[in-house]
Each structure stands twice: as C-alpha cells, then as structure tokens.
C-alpha cells in the first residue's frame, strides 16, 4: 500500500488478497509511515494499542454500573487472559476487531441503560460495528444485530428497533462501509467483493469432524479465558445470583451477549478458540461482577 499508493485494494505479491477488508493493514501501514519503516514494532503496536484501549473501555463501561475495584479487576482480566497475552503481542487483526465490536456492543449498551440520546445511542452501536467490519467482516454487525434484537426482545423494548435513530444508525453503517467498499468495487469486480466478505467464513462450517468440534470447543474455551475462567462456576451460587440481582439488567445484557453469539463458533467445524476473542470483554466484565459478589462476601461487617 505504502510503494504503490493504492490503500483500496490489499495485495500480496501484486495480485489482489480478497481475504478480508483492509482496516488490519491500514493500521500496520500507518504505524510503518510514522516509524519509517514497516518493521516488527510496526507489525505489532496496532495490536498492543487495540488491547490497552480495550482494557480503558473494559474499566469505563463497567464502572458505569459497579464499584472501582469490580470495574478494575474487570479490565485486569480482559488484559492478563492466556490468549489476551499471547494475541496482544502480534501482528494479528483479532486486537483490533474486539476493540471495535467491544465498543460498538458495550457503548451501545451503556447508553441504553443510561438514556442517552437514542440516536447517539444507535450512531456508536452501528459505526462501530462497521469498523469491526471492515476489519474481520460479517461477523461484527450480524453479532451486534442480532444481540441487541434479542436483548431488546427480553425488555420488552422492542420498539426501539424500529424508530428514526435506528435508520440513521443504520445509515451511519452503510455510509462507513461504502466509502470503502465502492472504490474497492470499482478497482476489481464482483467475485473479489463476495470473496472479501465471505470467503473464509464460507471454509469453516461443514459436517465431518462436527461433534469432535462440538465435545472439544468449549474446553478450548474456557483455557483461552484462564486463569480466570474457574471464577465463573461462582455464578452456579445462589448467593452470588442473589449478590448480582441489583445489577440483573448488566448481567442479562452480558448473558444474552454470550449466549447468542456462541453457537456461531460452537457449531463451526473450523472455529478456533481466538474467534470468540470479540466477546471476551463481556467475559471479563461479568468476571468482574463475581469479583464484587466476593468482595461483598469477604469484607468484614462494620460493629
């Protein structure tokens, strides 16, 4: 992109590499311009920004319901998972995309709860979601979507889909889509469009192998979230469940996250634990909850 000046269309070995959007090679290009190379440094700082910012929007979003030390201990967690440590540090473009799809998922919420403006509300879920999707693709804004449908559904709020500030959100998307995807159309054709959208998705759902897949992939899991995954089997407790009522609209809204999204790598032969990477914030989050719940349980009673 750098020699050649075209920051449309990505290219290896000057043929077109309709894999993905562009979003992960513009930030390591950019870092290139500025450092003047495109060296390891560059390769990998995109990454570890995304990460640190996904640890500040972590900390803000949850404190905006619990405690200092519940929204503390929910960004530590997002930051010292196993695969957190081990993703964060490279060239990979699954930092970046949590950064996004976390901030679409979590401002959008965050702003329901607090009854911001609803279109201001829907303009952050949506144009967030569509810079995920220019980084990784579909999987940002049918994720998004079809949280908030179903969280909205629970609520019995459902109206707040169909209003004006949902169109412009909705509007706010295509135009951030389209200011890339039309000269990117223009540049090649048809099949490399279809090909950056839905090229490697189309290569991991199939049957042989299937029920291996579904036995092993939530032990895959639940590694990838050590070594504070064992902290969820608190939510099993009543008490803890008791300790949480006060805060059951989050706690629905972080459930309901995980729960719809899941399936979608559950049931996908080719999935990798790194794939389910966008939704760890909400892991973190409610493993920041049972940090409270303990809190709550442990500190001493005044006489």
């Not at 640890?55 to 200092?68: N, Q």
């Not at 679409?104 to 995920?132: C, D, I, K, Q």
Request: hydrophobic content about 50%.
């Amino acid at each position: 992109m750098i020699e050649s000046g075209d920051w449309i269309t990505v290219r290896q070995q000057g043929q077109v590499f309709a894999e993905r959007p562009p979003m992960g090679v513009w930030g390591i290009a950019v870092t290139g311009l500025i450092r003047g190379e495109v060296d390891t440094l560059a390769i990998r700082l995109p990454s570890v920004l995304a990460i640190i910012l996904t640890c500040l929007l972590v900390y803000g979003y949850a404190r905006g319901f619990i405690s200092h030390l519940g929204a503390f201990a929910a960004a530590l967690v997002f930051a010292t998972m196993g695969q957190v440590l081990q993703i964060g540090r490279m060239g990979e473009s699954e930092s970046l995309f949590t950064l996004f799809f976390a901030s679409s998922l979590l401002l959008w919420h965050l702003a329901y709860e607090r009854s911001w403006n609803p279109t201001v509300m829907w303009s952050l879920g949506f144009g967030f979601s569509a810079l995920a999707a220019l980084v990784k693709g579909p999987q940002a804004p049918v994720y998004f979507a079809t949280i908030t449908v179903v969280y909205l559904y629970l609520r019995k709020d459902w109206r707040q889909l169909f209003t004006s500030s949902s169109l412009v959100g909705a509007g706010m998307f295509t135009v951030i889509i389209a200011a890339w995807q039309v000269p990117y159309y223009l540049k090649t054709d048809a099949a490399s469009v279809m090909a950056t959208w839905t090229g490697l998705a189309s290569d991991r759902f199939g049957i042989g192998g299937l029920l291996e897949h579904i036995a092993k992939f939530p032990l895959e899991t639940v590694t990838c979230w050590l070594p504070w995954s064992p902290l969820l089997v608190a939510l099993l407790s009543r008490q803890t469940r008791k300790l949480l009522r006060d805060q059951s609209a989050m706690c629905t809204f972080l459930l309901t996250s995980l729960c719809v999204t899941y399936p979608s790598v559950w049931f996908a032969v080719g999935a990798r634990g790194r794939y389910f990477m966008p939704l760890y914030p909400i892991v973190a989050v409610l493993i920041g909850l049972v940090t409270v719940s303990y809190t709550h349980l442990t500190l001493p009673t005044k006489a």
